[in-house]
């Protein structure tokens, strides 16, 4: 989707610093904190936690220059982290893949069949990925809409993205909204452009 809403949990930043030092012994904490995103003293509390644990060894190099790394251990701990990240991630895609099925079950009530997406986000690859992948599904997307002139003659899941002009060069039954930050704008949009209002459907309503 375009608003981001899945936010990174304590284990996953603790998965990322420890990825951070895998790929580079040679950070600050100050560039830890960034590439991770977290304060400087969530950093150093981390680092004085995986080191009591025996997750990663400290090299001084000088009084002020400590280079970091993971031990057999702390590479095993990362890999533990990042599955768990995995499986909640896949838990929340596969909520999302259940709602379009019941959204797109909606749409074949409806009589729909060849419909249009407005917004070539996530959401409109997921549903293009559902469809694709689920040849029981009537539904064709003829084309993606987008506003975003950089979107603009690209491809999303074999689909091409045009500008809202293209509803008047394709027979469909209607478009769908795709987009959950900017799906008022979209309407208003529509509806400027002489769209007919029974025709629009909104997967967040």
């Known amino acids: ?54 997750y990663i060894n400290k090299e001084y190099i000088s009084k002020r220059v400590v280079k970091y790394s ?37 749409m074949i009530d409806k009589g729909y069949k060849d419909i249009i997406l407005y917004g070539a986000g996530e959401v409109a690859e997921i549903i293009l990925q559902t469809i694709n992948s689920d ?10 809409i987008d506003d975003d002139i950089n979107k ?13 002009d293209y509803i008047n060069e394709v027979k469909h039954d209607c478009v769908m909204i795709s987009s959950y930050t900017n799906h008022d704008i979209i309407m208003n949009k529509l509806l400027g452009y002489g769209y007919p209002y029974d025709k629009v459907e909104y997967f967040f309503k």
């Open 70 to 106: 993971l031990t057999n251990k702390g590479i095993e701990y990362m890999r533990v982290l990042n599955i768990g990240y995995l499986s909640e991630a896949q838990s929340l895609y596969n909520k999302a893949k259940e709602d379009i099925y019941i959204f797109l079950g909606r």
């Open 152 to 164: 603009q003659g690209a491809v999303l899941v074999n689909t091409n993205i045009n500008s809202i």
């Open 1 to 54: 989707m375009e608003k981001t809403y899945f936010m990174p949990t304590s284990k996953y930043k603790k998965y990322l610093l420890l990825e951070v030092i895998s790929k580079n012994d040679n950070l600050t904490q100050r560039d830890i904190a960034a590439l991770v995103g977290i304060s400087l003293s969530m950093v150093h509390q981390y680092l004085n936690d995986y080191e009591e644990d025996g």
């Open 135 to 144: 040849k029981t599904i009537p539904l064709n997307v003829i084309s993606l």
